[in-house]
Nanobody
Framework: VQLQASGGGLARAGGSLRLSCVGSGRTVSDYAIGWFRQAPGKERTFAAAISRDGDGTLYSESVKGRFTISRDNAKDQVYLDMNKLKPEDTAVYYC????????????????????WGQGTLVTVSS
């Protein structure tokens, strides 16, 4: 599956953005999806993940309670709603896909994922 992330941009602290990840080539419903982010000068880290059926979700401690991951398999899209943004959320955000036969599995590690989108930049000003 090919992934394309979009929706990044500039936001003020306390504001909101919605990122989208659209899949093509194969149906996104066959994949668990993760969002990762890479802040300037830092390594890429896990942000959120969702199972194939959308019932299972997982968040990093840094985004829990502020970000919500969801999916619309009919549209082959996965979303990351980011609220109460902080300057430290500034990063390039990547979506990634992992093929799995389990509808409920979620994956947190980068090496669990085989397909990656190109990233979308989120900048949060103070």
């Amino acid at each position: 599956v090919q992934l394309q992330a979009s929706g990044g941009g500039l936001a003020r602290a306390g504001g909101s953005l919605r990122l989208s990840c659209v899949g093509s080539g194969r149906t996104v419903s066959d994949y668990a999806i993760g969002w990762f982010r890479q802040a300037p000068g830092k390594e890429r880290t896990f942000a959120a993940a969702i199972s194939r059926d959308g019932d299972g979700t997982l968040y990093s401690e840094s985004v829990k309670g502020r970000f919500t991951i969801s999916r619309d398999n009919a549209k082959d899209q996965v979303y990351l709603d980011m609220n109460k943004l902080k300057p430290e959320d500034t990063a390039v955000y990547y979506c990634a896909a992992r093929s799995t036969t389990n509808r409920w599995s979620v994956f947190q590690l980068e090496n669990n994922y085989r397909s990656w989108g190109q990233g979308t930049l989120v900048t949060v000003s103070s």
